[in-house]
């Protein structure tokens, strides 16, 4: 097929409302976007066909936004296994006791508070952090759970005896050591946003020497040797 025939039928294929694309995969053969551009300049194409040709290139763009979609969650995953593979040796790091002590002490100087002298107070909105504070503080120490208290702080429109069983079940803190759920007033007639939010909980356990100690701790890794 020479170049006039070749320009006959892709003419009469765009005037049929043919994409490019459709164009190319017809005659069977690439041919640039550019050559069928200036072919196809003066045809007049009906609002019917218009219309098809917007609705295919429609189509495309969210094909290729979905594929670029995929393609970038693929490469997330790869991402996140090499950061995951150079690091899972750090995994038994913490089955010594020295190295989970650092580990308190740091969790503790960022999301403790340094005010209250007669007792650990730490206090996070994230189940994994409350979680790992716990899990460290009980493995470090020789722990009378009868000191723990807790409370849950939430937004007014939230069911309190449903924050209250699922915090006891992340910190393995009976109910009867938790105190009334505080509520926040600013959020009284202000529907929630974020629908897994499950408030803040706030640990305290009664201890003035152990609030010294991860303190100590925090304070001589700071200075160094």
């Given at each position: 097929m020479n170049r006039a025939e070749l320009k006959e039928k892709a003419i009469k294929l765009r005037k049929k409302g043919k994409t490019y694309s459709e164009i190319q995969k017809d005659l069977k053969i690439v041919i640039p976007r550019s050559t069928l551009s200036c072919w196809c300049r003066d045809i007049e194409l009906s609002q019917k066909y218009q219309d098809r040709i917007q609705r295919m290139i429609l189509k495309n763009v969210h094909k290729a936004r979905f594929i670029a979609l995929t393609v970038n969650k693929i490469k997330r995953k790869k991402y996140l296994k090499s950061i995951t593979d150079r690091?899972?040796?750090?995994?038994?790091?913490?089955?010594?006791?020295?190295?989970?002590?650092?580990?308190?002490?740091?969790?503790?100087?960022?999301?403790?508070?340094?005010?209250?002298?007669?007792?650990?107070?730490?206090?996070?909105?994230?189940?994994?952090?409350?979680?790992?504070?716990?899990?460290?503080?009980?493995?470090?120490?020789?722990?009378?759970?009868?000191?723990?208290?807790?409370?849950?702080?939430?937004?007014?429109?939230?069911?309190?005896?449903?924050?209250?069983?699922?915090?006891?079940?992340?910190?393995?803190?009976?109910?009867?050591?938790?105190?009334?759920?505080?509520?926040?007033?600013?959020?009284?007639?202000?529907?929630?946003?974020?629908?897994?939010?499950?408030?803040?909980?706030?640990?305290?356990?009664?201890?003035?020497?152990?609030f010294i100690e991860i303190k100590l701790v925090a304070e001589i890794i700071h200075r160094g040797p």
């Amino acid at each position: 097929m020479n170049r006039a025939e070749l320009k006959e039928k892709a003419i009469k294929l765009r005037k049929k409302g043919k994409t490019y694309s459709e164009i190319q995969k017809d005659l069977k053969i690439v041919i640039p976007r550019s050559t069928l551009s200036c072919w196809c300049r003066d045809i007049e194409l009906s609002q019917k066909y218009q219309d098809r040709i917007q609705r295919m290139i429609l189509k495309n763009v969210h094909k290729a936004r979905f594929i670029a979609l995929t393609v970038n969650k693929i490469k997330r995953k790869k991402y996140l296994k090499s950061i995951t593979d150079r690091n899972k040796h750090l995994a038994t790091s913490l089955k010594n006791k020295n190295t989970a002590k650092v580990a308190l002490a740091m969790l503790y100087l960022g999301e403790g508070s340094k005010k209250q002298r007669g007792s650990l107070i730490f206090g996070n909105s994230d189940p994994f952090i409350i979680n790992l504070f716990l899990h460290l503080l009980r493995y470090c120490y020789n722990i009378d759970e009868s000191k723990f208290r807790c409370t849950v702080q939430c937004r007014a429109d939230q069911d309190t005896n449903r924050l209250e069983n699922f915090w006891c079940r992340i910190t393995k803190i009976p109910l009867v050591q938790f105190y009334k759920t505080r509520i926040d007033p600013r959020t009284i007639g202000k529907p929630s946003k974020k629908q897994n939010y499950k408030g803040v909980c706030r640990i305290d356990y009664f201890s003035a020497e152990l609030f010294i100690e991860i303190k100590l701790v925090a304070e001589i890794i700071h200075r160094g040797p």
